[in-house]
């Protein structure tokens, strides 16, 4: 969302205009602030209510362009391009914002490219899954499933599982045997599965179960709560900017 001049009281043009120069870096020092202060805060409490436990990651994924006297407009976004891992804010949130279909992760990527599991579908955690702390599959079980499942280099993944006596060995220490079904078989539903061996027997069971892609529906209120936060921040620091460059200039 942008932040500018217009988003609030209605004399405030006037006021930037009595004090020239200073008046339009008292209101950019306020449009700037209100962002950070206001509106990050604002949307990061937002992200709280609007998703199950978010990761630090999506609770830091707003970015802040400051306001300049020149360009009287903060603004307050989803970040495009992490320094680090990870899928960029604006591709995963974006949906939750406006509605739309999921994006495909690039597990799913890899799965369908391999012929492992339909077009068009998504892959749903089931009991199998292992989950972090944030509710998400941890990623070591994810690497796990696509080496055993020998999908090839891709989408952040690599398999390590070639049919050799040390991938066996890999497979054995891990425990478990991964399998995926693309449709439904032996009177299992479509998905990736784990088999563990017991003394006496083995058990299956689901680790993701295949559905087809659903539309999401708009839950992360970013512009409505951005814009409040706004409204409401901007005239009393605009205030306190504004008498800031009043007391500078009568010191001169």
Known sequence: MRLNVSTNAADVARRISELGNKGRTAAARALTATAKQDVQPAIK????????????????????????????????????????????????????????????????KALQAARLMPPGYIAVPAAGAQLDGN?????????????????????????????????????????VTYFALPRPARGLAAGVYLKRKFAHGSAVRPVFLFAPRAGYRPIFKFFEVGEQAARSGFPARFEVEIARAVDAARLR
Do not use: C, H
């Open 135 to 175: 509710g998400n599959v941890k990623r070591s079980q994810i690497v796990q499933i696509l080496s055993q499942l020998r999908v090839q280099r891709g989408s952040g993944y690599e398999s390590r599982a070639s049919g050799s006596a040390r991938s066996r060995r890999t497979v054995a220490r891990q425990g």
């Open 45 to 108: 409490q937002e992200m709280r209510r609007a998703f199950d436990r978010p990761t630090d990651y999506t609770l830091n994924a707003t970015f802040l362009k400051a306001a300049t006297r020149d360009t009287l407009e903060a603004r307050v976004w989803l970040k495009d391009n992490p320094s680090g891992k990870g899928t960029p804010a604006d591709r995963y949130l974006a949906p939750d914002i406006f509605g739309g279909d999921r994006r495909q992760k690039g597990m799913e």
